[in-house]
């Protein structure tokens, strides 16, 4: 029986054999195949495991191989393949045999810290490494019982939940025997199929939009970009309700589908951010929400570290990433932004290797209108340079704005005017959207093609438009000196607002309203007013 763990690096990881080799000579333990500071203290752990499980520790000089020698092997989860290597090569001489002969034998994947009594401990990363050892051909795995729902999250393998070192070897024993003699489907995962269904979660009482109360045109974009997958910008000064309200913007998305809800748990448990839901379940079921601090890193952001962490960009994938105060990130950090707007994914490039994280999210931004704030406020006063403004402005660019087709200006609602008011209620806008998305998978044929990543070839046939609203389109385009980009991205949004009407053709109102939305003021231009 072969014995096979996994070692984490980047999105896909490595599978690492694990061998023991037993010789005469002074009692001894060294482990090879640079290994860090955990993995080398795994000899001492073992040994106090195997005494402690009531087995014979081998009294010879043990060498334990981890290859590919020249992956650095990281944390605690080779204790007990270490340990069941060591015991395996001890009891198993025909198992030595059968190598030697050059008969192939299975391969089992094993994971687990291991307690001086000998107990097993969950680790982090099962959802990877199974993944990464079934497209390597391992279906045999033996696992903490802890990990074993997240284990069994990938159908197609044998997934064997132990909860001391003892019961792992009696496993262990069994498929060498051929007692177990190989995989079966594991059960299928939840929340749900593949299907066009939308599903939501219940309403969390802080994230209702009734109490957003004064900013009609905010949630009006914020209901268009949870339907057509849209990014945007909410500038405004403080104290106007954006960040409030974009904190909402999860209550509008529906759950995950299963593919995104996979690749979202994998990249969860690649980075140890992995928490067990309200209802228990190990396969995340809602979109991320990552909100960043300010003075994040461009490494925090994108990934990277010795073995390719996750970053932020990466952690919001399948849901949201937004960024408060976004004038206030570093220059290098927002620009790092743009490549993964475009493609879906991030590519995390270090010495030795690489890694390719999916990377596929919707970008909020909330920004002041200047370092102080109060820039075109009633009733305030900017204290602010002219010059101070264009530099606090510019960390933005030009290229990353107009990847953002939905801008809102959001000014101070009258409290007089509010008092009293009702806001939106969050269940029409979810009817609302899931009316819409439902349009955009039946138009597709994809769960994950939304109208903002319609692909530029696919615009004519998918954006069927009026005439009149064509000829606005291409007039507002060629006043405003607008990039393709932006006037594809003005076309998106046009969809997106039809969809939500439920009507098939694109009218010149949905045009309008678009570019309303592309617009920094908020208001149609002065030569489109009449037209």
Not at 58 to 66: D, F, G, H, V, Y
Not at 134 to 143: E, T
Not at 211 to 223: C, N, S, W
Request: proline letters at 6%.
């Amino acid at each position: 029986m072969e014995i096979v763990s996994f070692a984490q690096f980047g999105y896909e990881g490595a599978i690492v054999k694990v061998e023991a080799d037993l010789r005469r000579g002074i009692p001894s333990v060294a482990i090879v195949g640079l290994p860090d500071g955990a993995v080398r203290e795994a000899r001492d752990r073992m040994r106090a495991a195997i005494v402690n499980s009531g087995f014979d520790f081998p009294r010879e000089r043990i060498l334990i191989n981890l290859s590919p020698a020249g992956l650095k092997k990281e944390g605690s989860a080779f204790d007990l393949p270490i340990a069941l290597a060591v015991l395996h090569a001890a009891e198993s001489a025909a198992g030595a045999a059968m190598t030697e002969a050059g008969i192939h034998a299975p391969s089992v994947m094993v994971l687990g810290e291991l307690e001086l009594s000998g107990i097993v401990r969950p680790v982090r990363g099962i959802l990877p490494a199974v993944t990464g050892g079934i497209d390597n051909g391992v279906r045999l795995f033996i696992v903490p019982e802890s990990n074993r729902a997240e284990a069994e999250i990938i159908a197609g393998a044998r997934i064997m939940g132990v909860s001391t070192l003892a019961e792992a070897a009696l496993r262990l024993r069994a498929l060498s025997s051929g007692e177990i003699d190989g995989p079966t489907p594991g059960r299928e995962p939840p929340p749900r199929e593949m299907t066009r269904e939308i599903v939501w979660s219940p309403i969390p009482d802080n994230g209702r939009y009734e109490d957003v109360k004064g900013q009609p045109r905010l949630v009006r974009a914020l209901e268009i970009a949870a339907a057509g997958g849209h990014h945007l910008i909410a500038y405004g000064p403080p104290g106007c309700g954006k960040t409030l309200a974009l904190r909402r913007f999860p209550s509008l998305l529906p759950d995950l589908d299963t593919e995104t809800a996979i690749e979202v748990t994998r990249i969860q448990g690649i980075a140890g951010a992995r928490e067990r839901d309200d209802e228990g379940s190990a396969l995340a079921s809602r979109p991320p929400f990552r909100e960043p601090h300010q003075g994040a890193s461009l490494e925090g952001m994108t990934g990277g570290g010795r073995n390719c962490r996750p970053g932020e960009i990466s952690l919001a994938h399948g849901g949201v990433l937004f960024l408060d105060e976004a004038a206030l990130f570093r220059a290098s950090v927002l620009q790092a932004l743009r490549t993964p707007l475009e493609t879906g994914f991030v590519t995390v490039s270090r010495a030795l290797k690489s890694g390719t994280f999916p990377a596929r999210f919707q970008l909020l931004l909330a920004v002041n209108p200047c370092p102080c704030g109060n820039f075109g406020a009633k009733d305030k006063v900017c204290t602010c340079l002219p010059e101070s403004i264009d530099r606090y402005w510019k960390r933005l660019t030009a290229p990353l704005l107009d990847r953002i087709d939905l801008r809102v200006r959001v000014d101070e609602p009258d409290p007089a005017a509010i008092t009293g008011q009702a806001g939106t209620r969050t269940e029409d806008m979810r009817a609302r959207i899931a009316r819409a998305r439902r349009a955009q998978i039946d138009r597709s044929g994809d769960d994950h093609r939304l109208n903002a990543v319609i692909d530029s070839g696919l615009l004519e046939s998918m954006c069927e438009t009026e005439t009149s609203a064509r000829k606005l389109l291409e007039g507002y385009a060629r006043q405003r000196g607008i990039s393709g980009r932006g006037t594809h991205g003005i076309l998106r949004t046009a969809r997106t607002i039809a969809d939500l009407a439920g009507e098939t053709l694109i009218s010149e109102r949905h045009v309008r309203e678009a570019i309303e939305f592309r617009s920094w003021d908020g208001l149609m231009p002065d030569f489109l007013l009449g037209s």
